[in-house]
């Protein structure tokens, strides 16, 4: 009887079970179909996606500069308006299509990857070990660790090493104003200083000016009032960069290139005097005393010939014509005319020694002997300005 009534409770049981699943089965049921539609639409829009990117001839993973390269090129072949004989206004709709899909695709995954990336950072952060700020870690600028000997010497350390880091970090930027001064920062700090200073004087000029007219230093010229003299010479040559050359000119200005010319040549004729009226101090022949001071005098030349070599090279920088500029003087050959010279010099004397003037001689050996010597200073002089 027992064993009777204990079926009959496990029958019923299963079938309350039964019963009372059969409710949540059927709540189940469209959850399942919205899965299932999201799966299939999920696939769906995979497989279309992947027939954008055949579209555009891509790949899974490339970027957004690559999908606007490959529209532009698609672009020029399909676009109607762009005169090409496989021009197509269907497929350039479907390609428009298929790159506006790709492009946002593919800004979504980046947009993702840096989410995700972000979100990593964050839980790392989270996660890191964070020091307790105790008493023993406010000195020595929290450098170090062990006992406060350790942490003293370690300190010490690291000052050594940041004054090191300092002198080179001084010595990287001395070496780079010094070397690399043509560097766009270095310009711009010198075009910033020069602009303020031509800024300055063109100011201080125009005052001075004003103040001049107001003071009436300039009612006393004799074009005033009058036009400028129009240049009607070369119709090739702006007027008024004429007019300020010729206003110039007249009031004593010379350009720069004119004035080193003159300087140069006075210098090398200073120069080549000086030497001869050295050379005449000394004997002939010369002692070995006399000849250590001529070398002297020879050595004391040639560095000045060579800072005058210096000058010939900036004024050929500057001078506006190639025929105008200047080679270098060579100093063993100012120095070889100059020791000519001098032997003419006393062949000179020795002629004039021999042939004393008689005042028993008539006047026209008179006037020959003047005119040996006449040609004769007039050689010497042809040898000084060579």
Known sequence: ????????AQILRSHLINAAMIPNRMKMLPCLGVIRNKMMSTHKSKKKMREYYRLLNLDEGCSADDVRESFRKLAKQYHPDGGSTTADSATFIKIEEAYRKVLSHVIEQMNA?????????EEEEKFKYKTPQHRHYLSFEGIGFGTPSQREKQYRQFRADRATEQVMEYQKQKLQSQYFADSLIVKDVRQSKEQKITQAIERLVEDLIQESMAKGDFDNLSG????LKKFSGCTYIDPMTHNLNRILIDN????????MQKEIKDTIDQLREAILVSRKKLGNPMTPTEQKQWNQICEQFQENITKLNKRINDFNLIVPLLTRQKVHFDAQKEIAKVQEIYETLIKTSEVTDKNPNNTDRGEGENTSGAKTRFFNWINMWKFIKI
Request: proline share 7%.
């Open 1 to 8: 009887m027992n064993t009777m009534y204990v079926t009959m």
């Open 113 to 121: 990857g840096q989410n995700k990336v972000e979100e990593a950072e």
């Open 224 to 227: 005033k009032g009058k036009p």
């Open 252 to 259: 004593g200005y010379q350009p720069e290139w004119i004035l």
